[in-house]
């Protein structure tokens, strides 16, 4: 089931998308590095390896979506600090947000794209498009935040240049971004030593004017189910 969000624009004015298809990437850090680590840590908490690096996870774009509220089975759970990137009406209209795919971290040691589908992809409220600001995407800052009861910390924090860049989905992907889907980027690493089953999560995608497009939303656990 689709639906349409509502963008504001940092020149101001909105523009209105309804959500046809969404596409998560992983493992899309710039340094392979880096990513092969991350790899390997995660092969050592029983996560599978992807078969290919970087990859990408087609979702229902039902998941996609802007709520107050992330609803979970358990405490497991977690959001990942992204870009995202919005096609309009053709394939050359092409918006960039901030985005967090929060993530069923107890589903994902028995498949990554399982776990995905577990849990929305949330979009931030401003959109820049990427025609305008594409010379200067490395100088973006990309931050989130955790709360827990009170207190708040910061859980992720770096730039664009960390990243994959749209162009490499634009070309990898080609006429797969069809007008209403939405790309997520992958994500940045967490700071180490922070708890991200986390009470709610804030996200904000930053240009070098000092514009930014946020997320906030807290995290709420149902009730265990009647077996």
């Known amino acids: 089931m689709s639906q349409t969000l509502r963008f504001a624009l940092p020149a101001g004015g909105e523009r209105k998308i309804t959500v046809r ?16 680590h991350h790899v390997d840590e995660l092969a050592e908490l029983g996560v599978p390896a992807p078969t290919r690096i970087p990859t990408l996870y087609p979702l229902s774009a039902s998941l996609v979506g802007r709520p107050e509220v992330v609803q979970v089975a358990h405490a497991k759970t977690s959001g990942e600090a992204e870009w995202a990137l919005v096609v309009g009406e053709t394939p050359d209209d092409l918006l960039l947000t901030v985005a967090c795919d929060h993530t069923d971290r107890a589903l994902e040691v028995h498949g990554v794209a399982w776990s995905k589908q577990s849990a929305p992809d949330v979009l931030g409220d401003v959109a820049w498009a990427l025609k305008d600001i594409e010379h200067e995407l490395d100088q973006f800052t990309l931050k989130a935040w955790v709360r827990h009861g009170d207190t708040e910390q910061l ?7 960390q990243l ?41 995608l930053t240009d070098p004017r000092g514009i930014t497009s946020r997320i906030v939303y807290s995290v709420e656990q149902l009730a265990e189910a009647w077996d």
């Open 155 to 161: 859980i992720q924090d770096g730039t664009l240049a």
């Open 21 to 36: 298809y969404a596409l998560n990437a992983g493992y899309a850090g710039r340094d392979t590095e880096q990513v092969q």
């Open 164 to 204: 994959l860049p749209p162009s490499y989905w634009i070309k990898e992907l080609g006429d797969r971004l069809v007008p209403g889907t939405v790309l997520l980027s992958g994500t940045i690493p967490m700071i180490a030593g922070v708890d991200q089953f986390a009470d709610a999560w804030r996200v904000e």
